[in-house]
C-alpha cells in the first residue's frame, strides 16, 4: 500500500484548514513525482480498515472568517491547482473526497512552503533534497498540451466538445464506422486520454486544436484569437471585433479567410485595365498568425493571440517573449515551446517544417515593395508589424536600415549576397540614384547589422554585403 499513502490520505473528522492546505501541496507533489495524475484526501474513510465510517466535515459550510474554505485554499497556494470538492454518500453514509490534480509546471506550495507525502508522512520537501531535485527535473519537461483542458467526461459528451470529423479531414484519414474507433485514433493522437473514473480526459492539445468552442473550456477561453479592426491609426474607434472560437486546425482556413477579407484593397494599374489587390501580401498574414498561434505562452493566463487591423498597418501579437532573438528570425532553425502543438500545425501544412515562414513573409514583403515588417517584445508579448505601402523617402531611417538588414539576410539564406543592385531592386530605385542605395547600406553599417563579405575589397562597385551573424 505504499503507493496509496503517497497520493491518497483517509481521515474520519479532522479538518483543521491549514492541515488541509498541507495536504493539498504534499499530495499534488507526490502524485507528480510517482506519475499519478490525481491525488485524493477523504474524509469518511478509516485510514486503517478503509471501512466507510462517515463524517461531520461539511466544507462547503465551513469558512475562515468571512471566507469560504475554497477560495481560502486556493489563494494560498501556488502555482493555482483546479482542486476540486466532492460530497458524497457512500453506503448511506456521508463522504467528502478532495480530488488534487498532481503538479505541473512548479511544486505546489501553501503559505510559501512546499510539502511532500514520505510514505505516510507528510513533511517539508526541502527536508529531502533529493525528492526536491527529483521533482524539479520531472516537472522541467511539463508540456502545455499534455495537461487536461476538461478532465472525465463521458464519450457522448467528449464527441461532442471536438470536431472530430476535423482531424480525420486534415490529416487525410477516412472516418472511423463506429464511436469506439474514433475515440481510440484520438487517444492514439493524444488529443484524448482515459480518464481515472471510466471517462475521457480532453487534453490541451485536443481542446486547442479541435474544439468546436473554445468557450466551453475555461482555462482556455482567452487563448481563442481575437481579430479587431479600428478606424484609423490609433486604438480610439474600434469598427468590428471578433473572437476565433473554433480550435486552430479546425478553423485556421477560415480565420485567414476572414482575416483577408477584413484587409483594405490596393489598386494595382495593368497594361489595360486596373484591378483591386490586397494591401498585404496573403502569404505574410498567414504565416505570421500561425507562428503568433504556435509560439504563444499559454503559461500565460488572461492573455491569447490577437490580430489588430489599423489604417497604415496590421500588428499580430502573442503572449510571451520568443525563444530566439528577434534579429535572428530569419534565419535561425524555429524554437516553440509547444512542441506538440507546432509538430501536429507542421503534418497538417499550417506552419513550415524548417522555419523558412519568415523568409516567405520578408520575400512577399519585398516582392509587394513594402515597408519592413518589424518584430518587437514589449510587456510579455512578441509582436510582428506588417506596414501599408509607402514610398521610400517618408520612411524612417530605422526603417530603411531594417530593410536593408532583412534583405541581406534573405539574401544569405537564398545563398547569395546582397549588392548596391539587389537593393536598388528591393526598393525600386532607379540605376542612376545609386548613391540612394549607397548611404542606407552605410547606414546599416554603421548600425552593425551587415558587414562587408569581403574586408579586403575596396571597390564599393563590386561590393557586397552579409548580415553581422554570417
Avoid at 505574410?284 to 497604415?312: C, K, M, W
Wanted: one cysteine or more.
Amino acid at each position: 500500500m505504499r503507493r496509496e499513502h503517497e497520493y491518497a490520505e483517509f481521515k474520519e473528522n479532522k479538518s483543521d484548514h491549514d492541515e488541509i492546505g498541507e495536504y493539498i501541496s504534499a499530495l499534488s507533489n507526490s502524485a507528480a513525482l510517482i506519475k499519478e495524475p490525481t491525488a485524493f484526501i477523504v474524509w469518511g474513510v478509516n485510514d486503517v480498515s478503509h471501512e466507510v465510517v462517515g463524517t461531520s466535515f461539511k466544507p462547503h459550510a465551513t469558512k475562515i472568517g468571512k471566507e469560504e474554505l475554497e477560495n481560502w485554499l486556493a489563494t494560498l497556494l501556488y502555482p493555482r491547482i483546479n482542486f476540486k470538492i466532492h460530497e458524497v454518500k457512500i453506503e448511506d453514509k456521508p463522504v467528502v473526497v478532495f480530488e488534487v490534480p498532481a503538479a505541473r509546471e512548479a511544486p505546489v506550495r501553501f503559505r510559501e512552503t512546499e510539502y511532500i507525502r514520505v510514505g505516510s508522512a507528510k513533511t517539508k520537501l526541502k527536508d529531502y533534497p533529493q525528492k526536491e531535485r527529483a521533482l524539479w527535473q520531472l516537472l522541467s519537461g511539463y508540456r502545455f498540451e499534455q495537461d487536461i483542458a476538461m478532465p472525465d467526461v463521458d464519450e457522448g459528451t467528449t464527441l461532442s466538445l471536438l470536431d472530430y470529423p476535423a482531424y480525420f479531414d486534415v490529416t487525410s484519414q477516412p472516418l472511423p464506422p463506429d464511436r469506439d474507433a474514433i475515440l481510440q485514433r484520438l487517444i492514439d493522437e493524444k488529443i484524448v486520454l482515459r480518464g481515472v473514473h471510466g471517462g475521457f480526459d480532453i487534453t490541451n492539445l485536443g481542446a486547442i486544436l479541435f474544439a468546436k468552442d473554445l468557450e466551453q473550456f475555461k482555462r482556455l477561453s482567452r487563448k481563442a484569437l481575437r481579430v479587431i479592426i479600428y478606424k484609423g491609426k490609433n486604438r480610439v474607434e474600434t469598427q468590428r471585433e471578433q473572437s476565433e472560437t473554433k480550435g486552430y486546425a479546425r478553423g485556421f482556413t477560415g480565420t485567414i479567410s476572414n482575416i483577408n477579407n477584413q484587409l483594405p484593397m490596393s489598386e494595382q494599374v495593368g497594361q489595360a485595365l486596373r484591378k483591386a489587390v490586397p494591401m498585404y501580401p496573403e502569404i505574410a498574414v498567414r504565416e505570421l498568425v500561425a507562428n503568433a498561434l504556435v509560439h504563444q505562452d499559454f503559461s500565460i493566463t488572461g492573455a491569447g493571440p490577437t490580430v489588430e487591423v489599423f489604417e497604415d498597418r496590421i500588428e499580430i501579437t502573442n503572449p510571451g517573449e520568443p525563444l530566439i532573438q528577434t534579429t535572428r528570425f530569419i534565419d535561425k532553425p524555429p524554437r516553440s515551446r509547444n512542441e506538440d502543438l507546432a509538430a501536429f500545425m507542421r503534418r497538417i501544412n499550417i506552419v513550415e517544417e524548417r522555419g523558412s515562414g519568415i523568409d516567405k513573409v520578408i520575400s512577399a514583403i519585398e516582392e509587394s515593395q513594402l515597408p519592413p515588417p518589424d518584430f518587437r517584445v514589449k510587456d510579455d508579448n512578441t509582436i510582428a508589424i506588417l506596414y501599408a505601402a509607402r514610398p521610400l523617402t517618408p520612411m524612417t531611417g530605422e526603417e530603411r536600415i531594417r530593410a536593408c538588414y532583412q534583405h541581406a539576410c534573405l539574401r544569405y539564406v537564398s545563398n547569395e549576397r546582397m549588392t548596391n543592385a539587389s537593393l536598388r531592386q528591393r526598393f525600386a530605385i532607379a540605376d542612376k540614384n545609386y548613391s540612394i542605395a549607397s548611404r542606407i547600406i552605410a547606414e546599416t553599417l554603421k548600425a552593425e547589422l551587415i558587414k562587408p563579405f569581403d574586408s579586403e575589397n575596396t571597390s564599393k562597385k563590386h561590393a557586397s554585403y552579409v548580415p553581422f551573424w554570417a
